[in-house]
């Protein structure tokens, strides 16, 4: 997508409704479908042969035989922040380790400090600016975390940013409150006293402004502990707040447990989770939010338990985890292929991981992820033959048509 963030007017796209044909959905690619939009929702899709005739009418779009998937998720990202981090790219590269990075004052406080000199507007163009490129591939809602400012005024400023990007681009935006992301540095060995603002001060008044539809914490020995993490769910709880966890990335501190208890939506990155983890999740219905881009990028060997997840029956998705640390990544494709190479999940596994899962793992599955009648129109065109192209290949984007909350917001078909 080209364009001017403050120029662009979503509502100014041409409307879906009407008959979408020549089109083949992924869950039966060698049918021809129909997919029938009336006021920016689905009102019936099929194979083309049993379209009812009241949906015959109306404009029609030729699909010109692309294949259709639902409008895809992404379901765990960092996109609001000022700076970038090459640098630790750089010392990475020389041997330094995440931990030792962020130990040396770098990692998220980098950030932090970059987004906390950040204006409000500065931070919303260059989200809007890596925001474009997750659309253009057909992403149709998002889930964005703040915890790159960890002061109330700098979280309201990046949760903000996300609600505002929802309202310009017409993309299902889930904010996330991050506030126990990384430990303030003016908090330096009192992270009780940060929890306790965190829980006391924080989270009331921006749950009070409307900005957070979840509430995430990273559980980690160079974050926060079992017990702060526990704080911050019960503060999350006393408002009515779901909850979601970065759990067990670097090591198995028994958060995924403790997250299911609390009745998570997602315990994500997961590498070490353990089988009591898993147990937990599958009887909480906590969806297993994979981040193959983090895993790539920090170079990790420590694979998730992806066999044992699946024998469990806990549904996985798959997401960017776009941060300037550790996955600087703006293709959700990209990821489709990492999540099948890297983490040998199926290509249908891989796929439900950016649809009905991802959409699980936000709590949206009533509206997001499925091509189904009465839900907002979210699809995409695809230029493949099979759904097995969409995470084969890499550094393509195969995107002909992207119908986005009833709007034609790529292609003409
Ligand atoms: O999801 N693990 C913690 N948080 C981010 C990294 C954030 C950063 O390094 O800036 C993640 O990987
Ligand atoms: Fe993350």
Redesign the pocket.
Known sequence: MNMNPHAFDFNSLPLADGLWTDVRLHTQPQQPAAIAVQGGRIAWAGPAADLPAQHAQGPRHAGGGALVTPGLIDC?T?LVYGGQ?AGEFAMRLAGAS?AEVARAGG??VA?VRATREASEDALFDSAAARLAGLLDEGVCAIEIKS??GLTLAHERKQLRVARRLGQAFGVTVRATFLGA?ALPPEYAGRSGDYIDHVCHDMLPALHAEGLVDAVDV?C?HI?FSLAETERVFQAAQALGLPVKL?AE?LSNMGGAALAARYGALSC??IEHLSPEGIVAMRAAGTVAVL?PG?YYTLRDTHLPPIEALRAAGVPMAVST?H?????PCLSLLLMLNMACTLFRLTVPEALDGVTTHAARALGLQDTHGRIAAGLPANFVLWAVQEPAELAYWFGQRPVRAVVRQGRIAKGAA
């Open positions: 765990h960092h981090r995440y990692g998220i950030s915890g790159y992301h990273f980690e974050a970065h990335q994500d990155h981040l983090a985890d941060n300037p640390g550790t996955s």
